[in-house]
């Protein structure tokens, strides 16, 4: 109310799919009857999607997350950004994957999923992160999901190159100001 210009972007940190949720009884349940309408983003992993939808199974094919992202919309989201399919991708997992769903269209970008032994933790923070950044520097949704990708894969190529357990956002300065897109892998496709 004192700002209308002011965006907000809900990350609802609950879980992870590997690991489940990870909340005190009651917050997945605040995060689903207040934040979902008042988000103007929401970026969910797959398994806090399913916690915001009510759902008792594992998303686990893209038709599910769609429909759950659709259901999110419906009850007032302006934007969801599911920020790793994981298995519910459309490759099922060998490329990094996420989706945008808005009123104006629904969109996949995928971007080469680069092995760890001990993977990076904060990827997740990064990727909406960036995303709303984009947004708030004016680019389309389509747009910022794109360079989104970029930054991942730049940012996850020099934590790789250097070996680092921590992202390296210094190492990456470069890809997180002008992220590569179609050179390094980032597909990019309309779903509707």
Request: hydrophobic share 45%; net charge negative.
């Amino acid at each position: 109310e004192a700002n209308p210009k002011a965006v907000y972007c809900c990350d609802p940190v609950m879980g992870h799919p590997e690991k489940g949720c990870i909340v005190a009884p009651g917050v997945a349940e605040f995060f689903a009857r207040e934040a979902v309408s008042a988000a103007d983003i929401l970026c969910p992993n797959t398994l806090e999607l399913q916690l915001l939808t009510g759902g008792a199974e594992a998303l686990a094919s893209l038709d599910q997350v769609r429909a759950a992202t659709d259901q999110l919309l419906q009850r007032g989201a302006k934007c969801v950004f599911v920020k790793h399919l994981g298995p519910a991708g459309l490759e099922g997992g060998p490329r990094f994957e996420m989706l945008l769903a808005t009123e104006e269209g629904t969109w996949h970008v995928s971007a080469p999923l680069l092995h760890f032994d001990r993977p990076p933790v904060g990827v997740g923070d990064l990727t909406s992160g960036t995303f709303l950044a984009r947004r708030l520097l004016g680019y389309s949704w389509e747009d910022a999901l794109e360079l989104t990708a970029g930054t991942y894969h730049a940012v996850m190529s020099a934590t790789s190159q250097l070996g680092a357990y921590e992202l390296q956002l210094v190492a990456a300065q470069d890809g997180l100001a002008s992220p590569p897109r179609v050179d390094a892998g980032i597909q990019m496709k309309r779903l509707g």
